[in-house]
């Protein structure tokens, strides 16, 4: 199979048009790199993920748009803060915990991003035990690609967070599990956790790149 990694110019060409929507992502990459990559490499995971389940084409892409923008409201949250290093304020988490809410709403106009994508910006830090933000949303009254994107999500964070020491491989692996069914759809995880060696093999290929 012909690999989708053959050179830097195609990276850069899906990042940017995987979504359609260059103008806000290029913006995102100016305000907080970090937060770019991270969408990219969560978009990527999603990529290795449908592949995985056998998902048709317009789901795959469904899935891979919407991980990409899923952090598109922290266009709105202020650079000091996604910047920070080390733990933030309860003050700042709040600030933080906006950006579900402020991407979907500047999406809400835009004709050709579909539900799916919306439903995963907005989604996305909902937990399978009903604590999660900002609605609150409990078990399967969760769209399926935010629970995919959430455990995505979570273990790119885990590997490469900024506000607190990163986390082995080993470790995120870990602690998706001990988190599954309470902040995490439990079958989500044991597909991921499965995908071990694949997973292993796409953060090689990040760190080579880095």
Not at 59 to 65: S, T
Not at 73 to 82: N, S
């Amino acid at each position: 199979m012909k690999s989708i990694y053959e050179t830097d110019r195609d990276w850069e060409v899906r990042q940017r048009m995987m979504a359609g929507t260059t103008h806000w992502m290029n913006s995102l990459e100016i305000k907080s790199p970090d937060t770019y990559q991270h969408s990219v490499r969560v978009a990527f995971l999603a990529e290795k993920f449908a592949h995985a389940l056998q998902m048709d084409i317009k789901d795959k892409e469904m899935l891979m748009r919407g991980c990409f923008l899923h952090d598109i409201g922290k266009l709105f949250v202020p650079a000091r803060i996604l910047d920070q290093e080390g733990p933030l304020t309860e003050q700042q988490w709040k600030i933080v915990r906006l950006h579900p809410e402020l991407g979907a709403e500047l999406l809400l106009d835009q004709v050709y991003i579909e539900q799916g994508i919306n439903d995963i910006v907005l989604y996305h830090h909902e937990r399978w035990d009903g604590t999660g933000y900002p609605s609150g949303l409990k078990g399967e009254q969760i769209p399926v690609p935010a629970r995919i994107c959430a455990v995505l999500d979570a273990f790119d964070c885990m590997l490469t967070r900024p506000y607190r020491e990163p986390l082995t491989f080993e470790e995120a692996e870990r602690e998706l599990a001990l988190y599954k069914n309470t902040q995490f759809d439990g079958e989500i995880v044991d597909r991921f956790l499965s995908l071990s060696e694949e997973m292993s093999d796409l953060y090689y290929f990040f760190r080579k790149r880095s």
